[in-house]
């Protein structure tokens, strides 16, 4: 291995402890609680490095939130992959986006609630965004109905379960019944 390989090995690996010690960061106390200063002590680095890897915090909410989505699109894929059915893989889908967003709120928030710089629905639309999108549309597209764009309907179906994954985490919906709220959201919404 060259002195050059070696070093942008360990680049990575910083970076990758900067991301991870982020998100270990605002998981347990959140996002406010992630600053340079607090990221560098923890990763016993001084904060120049730090930004050598990174500009801000906003960088780094957009790598939480690259990594999220990532996350994401795996654990709806594998929550579709088993279901029979167009309607079973919706609800396996609705499920796992909503325990999604309960178990890991602070990505959920990196992705959906903060600026990490990232561009959302556009041509620069980062991969992992673009990707995470497609593990809805894989199973949504399915049930949108005659004449309705696959597209579109995701988007609303999408929407329906941010704002029930929001709504929940702030206590503004009751958790217990989550259930009924899928079964509600698949029954009315998709074409099965």
């Given at each position: 291995m060259s002195v050059q390989e070696r070093k942008q090995r360990e680049r990575a690996e910083r970076e990758r402890l900067i991301v991870a010690t982020a998100r270990e960061l605002a998981e347990q106390q959140g996002w406010d609680a992630v600053t340079t200063r607090r990221l560098a002590e923890r990763i016993e680095y001084s904060q120049p490095v730090l930004y050598s890897h990174f500009r801000g915090k906003r960088e780094i909410i957009g790598a939480v939130a690259l990594e999220g989505a990532t996350e994401m699109a795996v654990a709806l894929r594998a929550a579709t992959s088993t279901a029979d059915g167009p309607r079973e893989r919706v609800a396996?889908?609705?499920?796992?986006?909503?325990?999604?967003?309960?178990?890991?709120?602070?990505?959920?928030d990196?992705?959906?609630?903060?600026?990490?710089?990232?561009?959302?629905a556009q041509e620069d639309t980062p991969e992992p965004l673009k990707d995470a999108f497609a593990a809805l549309l894989e199973s949504l597209g399915e049930v949108a109905g005659d004449g309705v764009h696959p597209g579109l309907f995701t988007e609303t179906f999408w929407a329906s379960l941010h704002g029930l994954a929001t709504l929940t985490r702030a206590g503004r919906l009751p958790p217990e019944d989550i259930e009924p709220r899928v079964e509600l959201l698949v029954d009315r919404l998709a074409v099965v």
């Amino acid at each position: 291995m060259s002195v050059q390989e070696r070093k942008q090995r360990e680049r990575a690996e910083r970076e990758r402890l900067i991301v991870a010690t982020a998100r270990e960061l605002a998981e347990q106390q959140g996002w406010d609680a992630v600053t340079t200063r607090r990221l560098a002590e923890r990763i016993e680095y001084s904060q120049p490095v730090l930004y050598s890897h990174f500009r801000g915090k906003r960088e780094i909410i957009g790598a939480v939130a690259l990594e999220g989505a990532t996350e994401m699109a795996v654990a709806l894929r594998a929550a579709t992959s088993t279901a029979d059915g167009p309607r079973e893989r919706v609800a396996a889908l609705a499920r796992a986006y909503l325990d999604f967003a309960a178990r890991n709120s602070a990505v959920y928030d990196a992705i959906f609630q903060l600026d990490g710089g990232l561009a959302f629905a556009q041509e620069d639309t980062p991969e992992p965004l673009k990707d995470a999108f497609a593990a809805l549309l894989e199973s949504l597209g399915e049930v949108a109905g005659d004449g309705v764009h696959p597209g579109l309907f995701t988007e609303t179906f999408w929407a329906s379960l941010h704002g029930l994954a929001t709504l929940t985490r702030a206590g503004r919906l009751p958790p217990e019944d989550i259930e009924p709220r899928v079964e509600l959201l698949v029954d009315r919404l998709a074409v099965v």
